[in-house]
Nanobody, 123 residues
Framework: VQLQASGGGLVEPGGSLRLSCTAS????????IAWFRQAPGKEREGISC????????LYTDPVKGRFTISRDGAKNSVYLQMNSVKREDTAVYYC?????????????????WGQGTLVTVSS
């Protein structure tokens, strides 16, 4: 299932932004969901995941302590709150299912990628 990311835009270094992940006609609340990003000229990387129950929330080192993942079943959405953004956070952000988010997470990339959302961090 392709998930749709939205909420990107231009933000100054040190600022905040919240991304949303939704799916049309598909309920997200029983699936582990992850956020990925792809910076210009770089490979796509997984940055955060959340388990279906929200018990597990994992982050990779580049975003740990700055980004927060959450989900709202009533709105069928998963969010990525980005705080204290840096220029190196500039990337297209994607969300995806088909992940296994628990005490550990190994990002799985062979998924149907949906539309990403561009985040540009610049002054």
């Amino acid at each position: 299932v392709q998930l749709q990311a939205s909420g990107g835009g231009l933000v100054e270094p040190g600022g905040s932004l919240r991304l949303s992940c939704t799916a049309s006609g598909f309920k997200l609340d029983t699936y582990d969901i992850a956020w990925f990003r792809q910076a210009p000229g770089k490979e796509r990387e997984g940055i955060s995941c959340i388990s279906a129950s929200s018990r597990y929330k994992l982050y990779t080192d580049p975003v740990k302590g700055r980004f927060t993942i959450s989900r709202d079943g009533a709105k069928n959405s998963v969010y990525l709150q980005m705080n204290s953004v840096k220029r190196e956070d500039t990337a297209v952000y994607y969300c995806a299912t088909d992940q296994r988010c628990g005490t550990t997470w190994y990002p799985y990339y062979n998924v149907p990628w949906g539309q990403g959302t561009l985040v540009t961090v610049s002054s």
